[in-house]
């Protein structure tokens, strides 16, 4: 079967092409084995505070919150689902305030009071919040969990402030746990075995207590 003429110009012309663009792009492997000329990673002596306890660590300035908690002082509570700020497993308490802490770096948190869900309640002793996941089966698999009860402690503490949200029906009235409020507020904490219903029943009856 015959080829047509133009096509075998395109097709040559490609080619041709194609190579000269590999050349183009293709880079030693010499130039790629170079050592970085910043001469890798840059080590920093911080202290943080979690839990109560300070601690000094050496670490790559770059490295996140949540690494240095699970990596490098084992408090693995806190997870690592997506690493991108899109989950909130990693979530922790900061100051009182919720982080992901995936999304910050440990060095800019020298100074301030770090939370997990270790340092939250011990077995013997859980926050009413521990215990309300427990009694009302507010978690299947558990990977969520922490960071849930870190939102939800924090999610509590907003409302009780009258801190509004999106869906704060009224700015003049004081803000409810309601379970509108409570699911807009914990909507940055996915869970992929679908407890929400038991995670509102339980953050409900903590807020009962609270009030
Ligand atoms: Fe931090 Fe998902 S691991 S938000
Ligand atoms: Fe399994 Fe939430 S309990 S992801």
Do not use: W
């Not at 096509?7 to 030693?28: H, I, Q």
């Amino acid at each position: 079967m015959s080829v047509p003429h133009d096509f075998e110009l395109n097709r040559r012309d490609l080619m041709v092409g194609g190579s000269t663009l590999a050349a183009m792009t293709a880079v030693p492997a010499a130039v790629k084995a170079q050592p970085n000329s910043t001469g890798g990673a840059a080590l920093s002596n911080i202290s943080l505070t979690v839990n109560g306890q300070a601690h000094a660590l050496e670490l790559d300035t770059r490295t996140t919150l949540l690494d240095a908690l699970r990596e490098h002082l084992h408090l693995t509570g806190s997870k690592k689902g997506c690493d991108h700020g899109q989950c909130g497993a990693c979530t922790v308490l900061i100051d009182g305030r919720r982080v992901n802490s995936c999304l910050t770096l440990a060095i800019m948190n020298e100074g301030m009071e770090i939370t997990t869900i270790e340092g939250l309640g011990a077995p013997d002793q859980l926050h009413p919040m521990q215990a309300a996941f427990i009694k009302h089966d507010g978690y299947q698999c558990g990977y969520c969990t922490p960071g849930q009860i870190c939102s939800g402690v924090a999610v509590l503490g907003e409302i009780k402030a009258g801190i509004p949200s999106h869906v704060t029906p009224d700015l003049m009235q004081p803000v409810t746990a309601s379970d509108e409020e409570i699911r807009e507020r914990m909507s940055g904490n996915i869970c992929r075995c679908g407890a929400y219903s038991n995670i509102v029943e339980a953050m409900t009856e903590v807020a009962g207590r609270q009030g």
